[in-house]
């Protein structure tokens, strides 16, 4: 895996190449190595293992996903600071089958480095949620499933909510 800075390197140089090719006169070989560097550009935002994790992860492969994110090494010189709380957001997932502390310590991570999109953020503090639930605090847990239902403006997660909320009126 490249590190983030690298991969704009490469960028740069196959651009630099390609001006060489058009100035040649070599057009087609100028246009394909501009896409070619369009992909490491694409790669510096997206993360192509992270992407290959969330494609395990809907097929429900929670090894195969963990495999994934097992070749990043070293996330905070690897991803930029979304895909970092992407990683921790799916690391919080794959640990809170097992060890709800660590969970609870990825998914905050991950909250703070920030998600993209409103309904991961959701997603992230109802499982928080729902860990504080299960170490019985009751306040903490209200108040982020509140949160929760806020950020969830689409009504993805209406149900595990309804149904969290009716678990917390049981303690």
Same mark, same amino acid.
């Given at each position: 895996?490249?590190?983030?800075?690298?991969?704009?390197? +490469?960028?740069?140089?196959?651009?630099?190449?390609?001006?060489?090719?058009?100035?040649?006169?070599?057009?087609?070989?100028?246009?394909?190595?501009?896409?070619?560097?369009?992909?490491?550009?694409?790669?510096?935002?997206?993360?192509?293992? +992270?992407?290959?994790?969330?494609?395990?992860?809907?097929?429900?492969?929670?090894?195969?996903?963990?495999?994934?994110?097992?070749?990043?090494?070293?996330?905070?010189?690897?991803?930029?600071?979304?895909?970092?709380?992407?990683?921790?957001?799916?690391?919080?997932?794959?640990?809170?089958?097992?060890?709800?502390?660590?969970?609870?310590?990825?998914?905050?991570?991950?909250?703070?480095?920030?998600?993209?999109?409103?309904?991961?953020?959701?997603?992230?503090?109802?499982?928080?949620?729902?860990?504080?639930?299960?170490?019985?605090?009751?306040?903490?847990?209200?108040?982020?499933?509140?949160?929760?239902?806020?950020?969830?403006?689409?009504?993805?997660?209406?149900?595990? +909510?309804?149904?969290?909320?009716?678990?917390?009126?049981?303690?």
């Amino acid at each position: 895996m490249f590190n983030k800075y690298i991969k704009l390197v +490469i960028a740069g140089a196959i651009v630099v190449w390609s001006v060489f090719q058009f100035v040649d006169g070599n057009i087609m070989n100028g246009i394909s190595l501009v896409l070619l560097a369009g992909i490491f550009v694409l790669l510096y935002f997206k993360n192509e293992f +992270i992407l290959l994790a969330f494609l395990q992860l809907r097929k429900q492969n929670f090894a195969g996903a963990s495999k994934w994110l097992s070749y990043i090494k070293n996330p905070s010189s690897a991803l930029i600071k979304k895909q970092e709380g992407y990683y921790n957001f799916l690391q919080g997932i794959m640990v809170s089958q097992t060890n709800l502390t660590q969970a609870e310590k990825y998914f905050k991570k991950a909250i703070s480095l920030g998600l993209n999109m409103k309904h991961d953020i959701a997603m992230a503090k109802l499982q928080l949620g729902g860990i504080a639930m299960s170490k019985r605090r009751k306040r903490e847990a209200t108040m982020l499933i509140n949160e929760a239902k806020k950020l969830d403006t689409q009504g993805v997660l209406k149900d595990q +909510i309804k149904m969290m909320k009716d678990q917390l009126k049981k303690i």
